[in-house]
């Protein structure tokens, strides 16, 4: 498991990568565990654990997310 930072809504957001798609996120009023699953077209799509629907939160902390591992997994 790795830990990082991401930058949402102007605040540091911890991140702990938990395996390949699921990551731990540490909000200010909650820990949520974020999976990344991905459509038959290929596009992400992230998803609190336990429901069924991608929110616009946790869209943007997957895009925020993707965009850390993109600069730091290079």
Do not use: C
């Not at 909000?27 to 999976?35: D, F, R, V």
């Not at 939160?57 to 925020?64: P, V």
Request: aromatic share 8%.
């Amino acid at each position: 498991m790795n830990t990082f930072s991401i930058q949402l809504d102007n605040h540091e957001t911890g991140v702990t990568r938990r395996d390949e798609d699921v990551f731990i996120v540490r909000l200010p009023e909650k820990t949520i565990y974020l999976e990344k699953k991905q459509d038959n077209e290929g596009a992400n799509h992230w998803f609190e654990q336990g429901k069924d629907n991608e929110t616009t939160l946790t869209a943007n902390i997957g895009a925020a997310i993707e965009n850390w591992l993109a600069k730091n997994n290079s």
